[in-house]
């Protein structure tokens, strides 16, 4: 596996994806990193460290293989480069990996709370519900290691006091996920600021899981 291998819409799918996370408002500045993996070669594509999201091009993007080694990209990688290779080793399934710093979401990791069942989007999309991963320094391996044990089969975890870690099939779906963990951290917030949240039940959360992957949709 070599640079030969790199191609260059999958750079440019992490540049417009950078863009797309500012302009939703789920991270600002240079905070927050991206990965796609290219399920042809398995070559993971991810965020350069540190640069604004409209400075970023092409050339700038780094090319990882599943061994984090570095095969492409002239730049240092997010300093997060670890988790998002770590996700998509243990989780055939996923092939991009959204790391966003969001408010509602991040007020639950402030609080080491978990975010439950509180809307059907979330059970359908996300699981039954989410959980703060152990606590780690930022950029290590103790993080990563962290984060992927927490996420498990969910397509999202929390870090506490730092943000929300979302993932999926492509693009499209993560971000579909980062809007739905969003909403419902928001629901589930303001919820509890005035009483008590009315969950749903197991049975309702495994029936609309059912319903989400057998039915819902055109051809099922």
Not at 7 to 14: L, M, T, W
Not at 155 to 183: L, Q, R
Request: aromatic share 6%; charged share 20%.
């Amino acid at each position: 596996m070599n640079a030969a291998m790199v191609k260059d819409d999958y750079k440019q799918r992490i540049v417009d994806g950078g863009m797309q996370m500012v302009a939703e408002k789920l991270t600002v500045g240079t905070w927050g990193n991206v990965s796609i993996r290219d399920p042809e070669t398995g070559l993971i594509y991810v965020k350069p460290s540190g640069m604004k999201y409209a400075d970023i091009t092409k050339d700038d993007i780094v090319v990882f293989n599943k061994d984090l080694v570095k095969v492409d990209g002239h730049r240092k990688p997010s300093i997060e480069y670890q988790f998002h290779i770590g996700i998509m080793n243990a989780r055939p399934d996923v092939n991009c990996v959204i790391h966003t710093h969001p408010v509602y979401s991040a007020v639950l990791g402030a609080l080491g709370m978990d975010l439950p069942a509180i809307s059907e989007d979330f059970v359908q999309l996300v699981g039954a519900k989410i959980i703060n991963c152990a606590y780690a320094l930022p950029g290590t391996p103790e993080l990563a290691h962290n984060i992927v044990e927490a996420l498990g089969s969910r397509n999202a975890v929390m870090i506490p006091n730092h943000g929300t870690v979302c993932c999926g099939s492509d693009w499209d779906m993560v971000m579909k996920v980062c809007f739905v963990v969003e909403k419902a951290a928001q629901i589930y917030v303001l919820a509890r600021s005035i009483g008590a949240p009315k969950l749903i039940s197991d049975a309702d959360i495994l029936a609309m899981q059912d319903f989400a992957r057998n039915h819902y949709g055109q051809g099922k």
